[in-house]
């Protein structure tokens, strides 16, 4: 390819390295398009001038490496976001895993954790959340912090209602979520149901054993490289005959362990482990 | 390795008719598109483009490819960067301007990815999204070339993008196709 490299990649890579080497925290396999701009903010909000000026600071200070580990990480979300996915879980999904004993479900990536939330509305519904157990993990510990919490934003309700209503959901949100003083409480009997944990994706192990993974809108932020060792992980996690969710614009069709799945839903980027591919 | 990249809010999808529709099957440069969405379906637009071109349209996809023959088309709710090796990334990044997709976003990564190689086009608009990519791909040394504000649907995105350069870079839709072959042939 005879694009040029941008001038200051090699300052990036040298950053990417001290973060790896002081901190245990390996950027390297990120895309770069959104991680340069992402560490570029951060220059800006932090009135930084050069990248490896930042290197110096983060090397000297541990705050400082946590305020841009911040700006690294992108905890957007939203409750029952794609409406659509959600009532598809909620049509197919939930019947097949209302045939397991005891039901595991690991969300990749839950950022403030409305995913996982809405996952066990949906589970205490059909009448099986008390036989499963959530995993949510992410690496971003401030995100978790909020997630645990359970405490939101009431201007968010209309957006949660509609999402929910669309995604088929009967009945009123607001039965697991209460106001109080201008924020939203998740209802606290969902949360015994749900571990949020901080886990990396890019160093952490498998999770043993699970029915069914959502990794959604999480890939899209790492090179085919990473993309490829992180779905791995997933085969490595997911039982046979699981199911593995990425976000609609995610595919596994360019990846090494595409022939370890099989689609089943294309619009919304769900497969499933093939039987005699378990270790 | 040369791409287009071209931005467009209100207004857009009758001037990227008029823009698109006049591009041979073989014409040699990939191009994305960042489309403002008023709300929901971008297989609505790539549907509507999809009549209107002979070029393959289709919305992207994380890690893509860029290829020539295709228009890429941004997603509703993500942004659409560019790979210095040639393939796409998508984000759910914050807004920018109150727009995801973001024509800055878009620029900005072809800038530092492609630099000069990179030709821009910014059509009409209500939002001032694109005028700092557009700042960048100059920077960087490719061209950007904007809609002429007097006939452009909404003024006000082309003429926020042409910035402080002069009146050679304001093109009407059929120039600014010429502009596109002209680019494809050099
Ligand atoms: C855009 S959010 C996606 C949230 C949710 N899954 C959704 O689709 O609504 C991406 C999340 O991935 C997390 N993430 C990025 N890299 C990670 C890694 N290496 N390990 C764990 N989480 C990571 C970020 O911290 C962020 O919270």
Redesign the pocket.
Known sequence: MTSPVPRSSQDVNNLLEAMTAQYGYDFSGYAPASLNRRIHRHMQSFNIESVENLKQIILKDEQAFADLLRSL??????MF?DPPFFKYLREQVLPWLATFPFIKIW?????TG??AWSMAIMLHKAGLLSRSQIYA????EE?LTTARRGIYDSPLLDTWQRNFKESGGEGDLSDYCFQRYGSLRMDRTLQQHITFAN????TDHAFGEMNLVLC???LI?FSRDLQNRVLDLFKESILPGGLLCL?PRETMRFSSVADSFEPVEHEWKIYRLKQGFQL | MKIVVIGASAGGSRALETLLSCLPADFSVPILLVKHHDSGSGTDMVKWLHNRTTLDVHLAEDKEHIQAGSIIVAPPSYHLLLETDGSVSLS?DEPVMHARPSLDVLFESAALAFGDEVLCLVLTGASRDGAEGAEAIRKAGGKVYVQDPETAEVPVMPRAALGKSGAGFVLGLSDLTKKLLEFANE
């Open positions: 990480s992108v905890p957007v979300t939203e976001r969300h990749a990536g839950c950022a409305e995913e993990t992410d690496y971003n995100a886990h990396n994706l890019v959604r809108n999480v932020y976000g | 759910i």
